[in-house]
């Protein structure tokens, strides 16, 4: 069997941490699919305005290997693959569910969703609520698996520096926040979370760190501040392998870490 990709999606989400776990609870990302030019798409997609969402079957690009169980984002167990979404299966093919935008030519947008950048898209289709929606459907393991949904607030101290750091182009960690905090946000066998002292924790971003302090009877966290992954001495070693110390080097002038 052999597909070839009819386009390739674009989006700010560029690396397997920064995609929602659904598309639902991205924080109203976007992104576009650049339908490939010569190939009379442009026909193809006649009509599909005016449905509010549509079906995207792509590939998971990013991966090169399967697993038969999973640990999935919520539970305490590997499942088998089949019964999750994980991207690790045989054929790496991933479908999700997106809100449509405009369409521009061989341009489509999209809004909500849980894919990648430079991912290849596969096919298009509409979604039909009167076939696609089972009201009382069940949803297996995951009955008991939900848990509570913690509430995420931020400090105005914290919240200047997220909005100095998306100024300058690092616009994914807000999602990144959202989605790593607002379930199990201790967990540390599923993230890069660290207990610094008593209620409070430092959750690791690429090459950012970011403290945030937990209260278990609300249920609540509060993010604290935002700060450098790098000592001063990583800072001064000529060395730059994430090609990003400089912008390191600029928050340190703004905010003293």
Sequence with gaps: MELDPIGI???????????????TVSQDNSGYIELLPGKNY???????????????????HKNETWKPKVMPPRGDQKRGV??????????????????????????????????????????IKPYL?????????TQGWLEDAAGETWLVEITDNASGQLEFLESRGIDTL??????QLSHEPTNTKKKRVTNLENTHWELSYRTWRIEFEVNEVETSLTIVRIYSGYSEEDIDDGKDPYKDKEIHR??????QT
């Design 9 to 23: 999606f674009h989006c700010k989400e560029t690396y397997p941490y920064d995609a929602a776990r659904q598309g």
């Design 42 to 60: 442009e026909q193809a997609i006649e009509d599909l305005e005016g449905f509010s969402h549509i079906w995207l079957i792509y590939q998971f």
């Design 82 to 123: 089949f019964a999750t979404r994980a991207p690790y299966r045989p054929n790496p093919i991933g479908m999700s569910c997106v809100r449509l935008g405009k369409i521009d030519g061989r341009k489509i947008e999209v809004f909500d969703h849980d894919l990648l950048d430079q991912t290849p898209i596969l096919d």
């Design 129 to 137: 609520p009167y076939a696609d929606s089972f009201p009382d459907a």
């Design 174 to 179: 807000r999602g990144f926040l959202n989605q």
């Design 250 to 255: 600029v928050y340190s002038v703004f905010y």
